[in-house]
């Protein structure tokens, strides 16, 4: 009975998880269906045949797959992440203090925040700039990250992505994934640091493990 009674009240928390996941993923969706059928139009068209039927099936195919595999995609690195975050919990002995799907809630919950960067591209090039603009200046614009600070010539030689990873947006997911989940598990106290701390060992090792993956294809 006990077991039972204790299923019942999990339930909702895993219902709520359930809907944070699926809108994270419908919004980012819906981001690259705008970016697809926006910025990349006229590429998909130069691929084509040159006719409304090869831009709508090449658009459909990227479409599909991205429906198919970008849900897997993410939720690997949600539980990736909730997993170096538990262990920098297990190391202060707070393991029992935070049970793994609050932490899968909040770092879903604080993941809009590095939308943040691709909304702000998609409205500056679709209603700000001219339309004669390279996908190289849209996939290089990052105005907030450390790629302001270097040349063009440095970004030609692949280092772009490791350097606008290092903007004010992802150097304050941590901390919003620290705040969601103090407020969710106040018993967690003022050791919050380690979800900070823990968070930025992943960060790093998944932007390297990125840039070396670049870099072998």
């Not at 019942?8 to 993923?25: D, Q, R, W």
């Not at 006229?42 to 429906?67: P, Q, R």
């Not at 996908?135 to 790629?147: K, N």
């Amino acid at each position: 009975m006990k077991l039972a009674i204790t299923q019942t009240s999990n339930h909702p928390h895993y219902l709520k998880i359930g809907y944070c996941f699926s809108a994270v993923c419908l919004f980012q969706l819906l981001l690259v269906h705008f970016e697809l059928k926006t910025l990349y139009a006229s590429e998909l068209y130069e691929l084509s045949d040159g006719g409304e039927t090869g831009i709508f099936n090449g658009f459909t195919a990227v479409m599909k797959w991205s429906f198919v595999l970008f849900p897997f995609y993410l939720f690997l690195k949600f539980v990736i992440i909730c997993l170096i975050i538990e262990s920098g919990f297990s190391y202060h002995g707070l393991k029992s203090k935070v049970s793994f799907s609050t932490l899968f809630l909040g770092v879903i919950i604080a993941y809009p925040l590095l939308l943040a960067p691709q909304c702000f591209k998609l409205i500056y090039f679709h209603w700000m700039v001219p339309t004669d603009y390279l996908r190289s200046h849209y996939a290089h614009f990052a105005p907030l990250s450390m790629v302001a600070f270097f040349t063009d010539r440095l970004l030609e030689q692949g280092t772009w992505y490791l350097l606008q990873s290092v903007n004010l947006f992802d150097l304050g997911y941590p901390f919003v994934i620290a705040l969601v989940i103090k407020k969710m598990a106040p018993q967690t106290g003022d050791h919050t640091a380690a979800i900070v701390y823990a968070y930025y060992l992943a960060y790093f090792c998944w932007m390297l493990f990125t840039y070396l993956l670049q870099q072998s294809i």
